[in-house]
């Protein structure tokens, strides 16, 4: 199975921007979805934005026209920029590899946004 790892996360203001990356250990060529999804404290984890091998994208409302993912195979990389951040975005992001019949999931960076 792949392997994910995280990076681009830390503090911010509010208003502000981060990119988040997602490096896979193989090709993610023939996974069918990798998404972002976050957990903050005391909450469920949570979609944020997936995308499908056909570039296909989906987005959680509460980011829709500030968050973008997007997807690079040859790189086998993730990616989601995220910007006019608010306080509420604060959460440990997560990247995600939906094979259909299992889940892969990175260690997780944290988002910290300050008011």
């Known amino acids: 199975q792949v392997q994910l790892v995280e990076s681009g996360g830390g503090l911010v203001q509010a208003g502000g921007s981060l990119r988040l990356s997602c490096a896979a250990s193989r090709t993610i060529f023939s996974i069918p979805t990798m998404g972002w999804y976050r957990q903050a404290p005391g909450k469920q984890r949570e979609l944020v934005a997936a995308?499908?091998?056909?570039?296909?994208?989906n987005y959680a409302d509460s980011v829709k026209g500030r968050f973008t993912i997007s997807r690079d195979n040859a790189k086998n990389a993730v990616y989601l920029q995220m910007n006019s951040l608010k306080p509420e975005d604060t959460a440990v992001y997560y990247c995600?590899?939906?094979?259909?019949?299992?889940?892969?999931w990175g260690q997780g960076t944290q988002v910290t946004v300050s008011s």
């Open positions: 995308i499908t091998g056909g570039g296909s994208t």
């Open positions: 995600n590899a939906d094979y259909v019949i299992t889940l892969v």
